[in-house]
């Protein structure tokens, strides 16, 4: 397990399944070296809380809400934090095209 901590708030998420779904997380824990319990997203990433827990669902479950009402904001950390498969779940959720 591995705390990440998005505009002050800290979602404990599993790390093996981070690194998975990531290629951002894969790339910081593997290559980089990063510690392995704790990563802050800097808010240079645009990652906001609502969609981080979205996320996080997503790496519980392997499903994003079905009442998701932020699905752009979801997009957009998924973009961010290299989630092809959030970004595909974004996609199928969405009633509108995400530009």
Known sequence: MIAIVV???E?????DKLKQESLFFRT???VRRRPTWYYKIPPTLCVTTDAFAAIAEYLGTGLLPSDCSHIRNVYKAAVYLDMP???HQCYTLSTYKIS
Do not use: A, D, T
Request: hydrophobic share 45%; glycine share 8%.
């Open 28 to 30: 910081l824990f593997e």
């Open 85 to 87: 498969e959030v970004r």
């Open 7 to 9: 505009q002050g708030e």
């Open 11 to 15: 979602f404990v998420v599993n790390k």
